[in-house]
């Protein structure tokens, strides 16, 4: 193995792994001063990152198909330059309805980047060394998060809103040189096949139909696009089924049990831990008063936690067989919102920044390792569909977990604002929605455990 490759790989892998969960936390700081700027309502503001996240999950597993029959690396350069470009143009827009077009293009281009980032570096591992490649870019991912709110809200009080944008445009162009000019060669192992693209139209008039009805229960609307997205998923499975190259491989689900389990037991964790940070943001600065920037700096524990041992959690699953490892981290995790349930009004910060970090060391322990598992289990063709696979089970998972907090928050407080006024219906949703989340994350510990061994290369 070329160890100048590995080492370009894993640079240029992490640099675009520290893009997207850096701009999505950098956004979310930002929303209140968009909004001031355009005079938009709080259901505006929430399409900016929504369209993002729907337009990056309906795209997902198509690009990371298209990058198995294209070239990796080519798609790769792709999504970073869409990225880049789609940046600097949300800095420029006029409007939010502008504003919303260039999220969407964004979305498109982290697709394609989230589509090849972890199979280029599947690709240039071996199996030995795999864990530890992954672990550190689960690294950079999380130290974005932790960053984000931050560097998002220095440079949103000194420079606006729009610089969060800009920055994004310089950094892009840096990764994109690299990997012209210090990563050689190309990984298209499924070159020659056709994509797919009745089957692409499909799945994302399915994926679309089921985030945005799941997004809108229990109203008629909310139902009818549901059941609608359900029905088109059966229709896509059933064409996958028929096809001589389908986009994605549904046997990967019915033959391969460690694919199955592994993308199932994301799907759990990240609907049971996305909203966490949603939760305890509006508690600190609705119910315990605190500034952004101090509310930032308790929710930091978590992230940050996560950057520190996800490197360590990954060189274990190259000695430990992975499911056990991300097993563990699954039950820490669901410890982790099990505490949070307890959570009142004259908690403690420490109670509070101890909860989260566990949460975060838990999911440490299972990020990394699971992606291992998902990417050690298919053949080398394949993993551009795996690793988006996965990402989209991360995306789905992540919607999840905002639609089942936004239905208990519907449930228990209706549409009355937040305040202090109504802190003790406030209190019982969030502790309603923390015991969901901790039997959710508990019961996702049987598939983790279920999937079997990885395969051996």
Request: hydrophobic content about 55%.
């Amino acid at each position: 193995m070329d160890r100048k490759k590995q080492i370009t790989a894993s640079i240029v892998a992490a640099m675009a792994s520290f893009l997207a969960p850096f701009m999505g936390a950098s956004v979310n700081i930002a929303l209140p001063s968009i909004g001031r700027e355009f005079r938009a309502d709080a259901v505006t503001l929430g399409w900016i990152a929504t369209a993002y996240l729907l337009a990056a999950a309906v795209c997902l597993v198509p690009f990371g198909r298209l990058a198995d029959i294209r070239g990796r690396k080519k798609i790769f350069v792709s999504g970073i330059l869409t990225y880049a470009i789609s940046s600097l143009l949300c800095a420029l827009s006029p409007s939010t309805a502008v504003l919303i077009v260039f999220r969407i293009i964004q979305g498109m281009g982290a697709a394609l980047i989230f589509g090849t980032a972890i199979a280029i570096l599947t690709s240039v591992f071996p199996p030995g060394e795999r864990g530890r490649a992954l672990g550190i870019n689960t690294a950079s991912t999380y130290l974005g998060l932790s960053l984000g709110p931050v560097l998002g809200g220095l440079l949103t009080q000194h420079f606006g809103w729009r610089s969060i944008f800009l920055v994004n445009f310089p950094l892009g162009l840096i990764i994109i040189l690299l990997v012209l000019t210090r990563l050689k060669g190309e990984w298209a192992e499924a070159r020659g096949e056709k994509l797919d693209l009745w089957g692409t139209f499909l799945y994302g008039l399915a994926l679309v139909g089921i985030m945005l009805g799941f997004s809108r229960l229990p109203r008629t609307l909310g139902i009818g696009l549901f059941v609608s997205g359900i029905a088109l998923a059966a229709g896509f499975v059933f064409h996958q089924c028929r096809i001589t190259n389908p986009i994605l491989n549904i046997n990967l689900f019915l033959q391969n049990r460690v694919f199955a389990f592994s993308n199932l037991a994301a799907l759990i964790n990240y609907s049971a831990t996305f909203a966490v940070g949603f939760f305890l943001s509006l508690f600190l600065q609705n119910i315990r008063g605190m500034n952004p920037q101090a509310a930032g700096l308790v929710l930091i524990a978590q992230p940050a936690v996560m950057a520190l041992f996800s490197p360590l959690a990954g060189r274990a699953s190259d000695r430990i067989e992975p499911r056990f490892v991300a097993s563990a981290g699954m039950a820490l995790s669901g410890a982790g919102l099990f505490l949070l349930a307890f959570l009142r009004v004259g908690s403690s910060l420490g109670f509070i920044v101890g909860s989260l970090a566990l949460l975060g060391f838990g999911f440490a322990l299972f990020s990394s390792p699971n992606t291992n598992a998902v990417m050690s289990s298919v053949e080398k063709k394949s993993y551009g569909v795996a690793s988006a696979t996965l990402g989209t089970m991360r995306l789905v998972g992540q919607m999840t977990s905002m639609g089942i907090s936004m239905m208990i928050f519907a449930l228990f407080l209706g549409r009355v604002q937040v305040a202090a006024t109504s802190q003790d219906n406030f209190l019982q949703a969030v502790r309603t929605g923390f015991i969901l989340f901790s039997v959710l994350c508990f019961g996702g510990v049987l598939p983790s455990l279920a999937r079997g061994n990885r395969k051996k290369e």
